[in-house]
């Protein structure tokens, strides 16, 4: 089903590191202001904290990203998102959203990206999506089935995640509910978020398919871009 676009290596250089600490000092700091901070009653924040200690994040610039978040600091977190929709060489369907403290610099920027591509209007591609909600989770034992747990916990549809964890999908409203219930049944929750799922997914020949994954590397790598969801197959 495929839900966001990840690169599937990442440079293990300086410049990309600094480039994955900003997005999750972001998401950080923007979980802390809508939900307060302490993780222990705040999900997101749990969770973002939880991904920023996977990728070895300093334990000050954590704290640090949590304080700006919740306004303990001179300098607040003025962060919004932005979308983003156009199309990726080959005419794929691309959706990326931002979060971004100043507009004037993301546009320009996101402008520029596009030009191997095509930048549409608000709505151009999105009808070509579902919006929806996704939890990858790892299950408490190796025998409890996926099937069984998406029912009980009210997701609509899963599929195999990485790791042995399992993607599930969820209305956009009942991200919460669900993810919650599979967490009660023992499930550990590693991410949760809103998405956007191709409706039409297109296979591309490999030459065709590097030049989109280029394409979506170049922007990946720009600092307000947090997320892509693209209609490209698996």
Same mark, same amino acid.
């Given at each position: 089903?495929?839900?966001?676009?990840?690169?599937?290596?990442?440079?293990?250089?300086?410049?990309?590191?600094?480039?994955?600490?900003?997005?999750?000092?972001?998401?950080?700091?923007?979980?802390?202001?809508?939900?307060?901070?302490?993780?222990?009653?705040?999900?997101?924040?749990?969770?973002?904290?939880?991904?920023?200690?996977?990728?070895?994040?300093?334990?000050?610039?954590?704290?640090?990203?949590?304080?700006?978040?919740?306004?303990?600091?001179?300098?607040?977190?003025?962060?919004?998102? *932005?979308?983003? @929709?156009?199309? /990726?060489?080959?005419?794929? &369907?691309?959706?990326? +959203?931002?979060?971004? $403290?100043?507009?004037? #610099?993301?546009?320009?920027?996101?402008?520029?990206?596009?030009?191997?591509?095509?930048?549409?209007?608000?709505?151009?591609?999105?009808?070509?999506?579902?919006?929806?909600?996704?939890?990858?989770?790892?299950?408490?034992?190796?025998? *409890?089935?996926? @099937?069984?747990? /998406?029912?009980?916990?009210? &997701?609509?549809?899963? +599929?195999?995640?990485? $790791?042995?964890?399992? #993607?599930?999908?969820?209305?956009?409203?009942?991200?919460?509910?669900?993810?919650?219930?599979?967490?009660?049944?023992?499930?550990?929750?590693?991410?949760?978020?809103?998405?956007?799922?191709?409706?039409?997914?297109?296979?591309?020949?490999?030459?065709?398919?590097?030049?989109?994954?280029?394409?979506?590397?170049?922007?990946? +790598?720009?600092?307000?871009?947090?997320?892509?969801?693209?209609?490209?197959?698996?």
């Amino acid at each position: 089903m495929g839900a966001q676009w990840k690169q599937k290596s990442r440079e293990q250089g300086a410049a990309a590191k600094g480039r994955l600490f900003t997005k999750l000092a972001k998401e950080i700091s923007v979980a802390a202001k809508s939900g307060g901070a302490d993780p222990g009653m705040n999900p997101r924040l749990r969770l973002a904290i939880e991904q920023a200690k996977k990728a070895s994040m300093t334990r000050d610039t954590l704290e640090r990203a949590i304080k700006k978040g919740a306004g303990l600091l001179d300098e607040a977190a003025n962060y919004e998102v *932005v979308t983003y @929709e156009g199309f /990726a060489p080959h005419n794929v &369907a691309v959706i990326v +959203e931002c979060l971004t $403290d100043n507009k004037n #610099r993301t546009a320009p920027n996101m402008r520029v990206l596009f030009r191997k591509g095509q930048l549409g209007a608000s709505g151009s591609v999105a009808w070509d999506f579902n919006r929806c909600g996704a939890i990858e989770a790892a299950p408490p034992s190796a025998d *409890v089935d996926p @099937e069984e747990a /998406a029912i009980e916990a009210g &997701a609509q549809e899963l +599929e195999a995640g990485d $790791d042995g964890q399992t #993607r599930f999908f969820t209305e956009p409203t009942e991200l919460d509910a669900v993810s919650r219930a599979l967490g009660t049944a023992g499930w550990t929750i590693h991410s949760q978020k809103l998405v956007y799922v191709p409706k039409n997914p297109v296979a591309l020949e490999p030459d065709a398919r590097a030049e989109v994954e280029a394409f979506l590397i170049a922007v990946d +790598e720009d600092d307000d871009v947090q997320d892509i969801f693209v209609a490209l197959a698996e």
